[in-house]
């Protein structure tokens, strides 16, 4: 069985990555806490691959880093 791990932690270990997770803990807010690491590259596409094949798990996918550049401004 692969080894369960923070959601938190891998934004440290897969900086500037788009990560996806099969979700097997949440918190009080039903937000992902834990789970096991399916797939990381810098490219969405790569890891929207992988999502595709683990349609019969809840999964989650989030980018470790800035999405919008820190000396960009945005308008609503």
């Not at 969405?44 to 798990?57: F, I, S, T």
């Not at 989650?60 to 000396?71: N, Q, T």
């Amino acid at each position: 069985m692969q080894d369960l791990i923070n959601i938190k932690e891998c934004e440290k270990l897969y900086p500037d990555e788009w990560v996806l997770f099969e979700v097997v803990e949440v918190d009080e807010k039903n937000q992902p806490v834990k789970g096991k690491l399916l797939a990381h590259s810098k490219d969405r596409d790569e890891v929207h691959k992988v999502d595709m094949k683990h349609q019969n798990v809840l999964t989650y996918v989030f980018y470790a880093g800035d999405v919008i550049p820190k000396d960009m401004a945005v308008a609503l």
